[in-house]
Every structure is written in C-alpha cells, then in structure tokens.
C-alpha cells in the first residue's frame, strides 16, 4: 500500500498569498496517478486536479499541480477567501487508492 | 446534473449490521465503478470500498474486509454497503462516489453528501 504523507499540517496565509502545499509518496506513483481533493465545512471532497497536473472541470487556473514519482505539489498563486480550506492528495490507478492526511489552509 | 444520495446512516450498537444505500442519477450508472469512502469525526479520508461497472470485482480496505460488502443494482441506480460486525471505529460519515473514468482508477470525480454512522452503546 503506498503512504502519502501530506505537508506541512497546516498553513497559515493571507488573501492574496501563494500557497504550496506538498504530497509525498511511500513509494513511486505510476504514471502520476495522483490528485488534490479540497474539503470545505460540512461538505463532500471536491477534485481539484488528477494526473498531478490536469485541472479538473471548472477548477480556476490559480490552481496548479506539479511532481513525478515519490513529490507532489499543489500550488495556489493568489488565495481567494473560498479558498481556505482542507487539501487532501490521493493516488488512484489501482484496485485500492488511498489519501494522505490532509493540510489545513487557514487564513493568517 | 450528476447527483448520489446517501442514505441509512443511524445510530447503532457494537457487533450490529446496517446498510447504506446510495442513489444515483444524472448519469449512465452501468457505465462506471462505484466507490464508499469514509470520513471519521474531525479526521481524514479513508477509502472503503470499490465496485466495477457491473459488480463482478469489487476490492475492500483491510480495515474492512471480511465484514463490509458492496453491491449495486443497476437496474435501480443504486449502490449499496452492508456492515456487519460493527465497531466503535466504523463511526464515520460514509461518503457514495463515481469513478471518473469507465475503469476502475479510483478517481472520484463525483461525491455524495455523506450519510453517518454512529456505532456506540
């Protein structure tokens, strides 16, 4: 089973800041079978991006995916106030996927 | 509009079973796997279960396996998970999701709004 390991826990910023966030892998993810959910309060995941860089239907270009192999990276490039919330990164492509433990992006 | 309905969550005692059961519409279900993911109170995701399009392969956790079954009724649109042998660590909001792709990838690309279940005396 790979392990992603999500960091850092939580991330304080401001509106207008950048964000990264970084996802990394027990072992290689094959062929970048990995994505980004956000959580908001008292509602379901949401697909940000899969295939570590594709953005899913709707996703605003402030997002980004990087990485390969065993480091991922989520990057926001100005923080929205919609966009404080929990980030989970994911790796699919096989029988069983499994989510790192998340990052709380909390406003500064 | 892709929609999943999760329903059958209640409060249940240690060693008791339940079903949950989710509704979907808005989409060609027979097309797709389906997925249940898990949300403990304040804590993560956890993946549970996946079925195929047409129910003959379905994979479990490790926490899981041996007590939960998934099945689906693709005649009624609907999917569904049995919990048998319930513990205190079941507790959780049992979230219904779509694979994105026609496969198994484990992509979920559509979620539900999560039905909970309580396992407590």
Known sequence: EIVLTQSPGTLSLSPGERATLSCRASQSVSSSYLAWYQQKPGQAPRLLIYGASSRATGIPDRFSGSGSGTDFTLTISRLEPEDFAVYYCQQYGSSRCSFGQGTKLEIK | ?121
């Open chain 2, 1 to 121: 509009e892709v929609q999943l309905v999760e329903s059958g969550g209640v409060v249940v005692q240690p060693g008791g079973s339940l079903r949950l059961s989710c509704a979907a519409s808005g989409f060609t279900f027979d097309d797709y796997a389906m997925h249940w993911v898990r949300q403990a109170p304040g804590k993560g995701l956890e993946w549970v279960s996946l079925i195929s399009w047409d129910g003959g392969s379905t994979y479990y956790a490790d926490s899981v396996k041996g007590r939960f079954t998934i099945s689906r009724d693709n005649s009624k649109n609907s999917l569904y998970l049995q919990m048998n042998s319930l513990r205190a660590e079941d507790t959780a909001l049992y979230y219904c999701a779509k694979d994105m792709w026609e496969g198994e990838s484990g992509l979920l690309d559509y979620w539900g709004q999560g039905t909970l279940v309580t396992v407590s005396s």
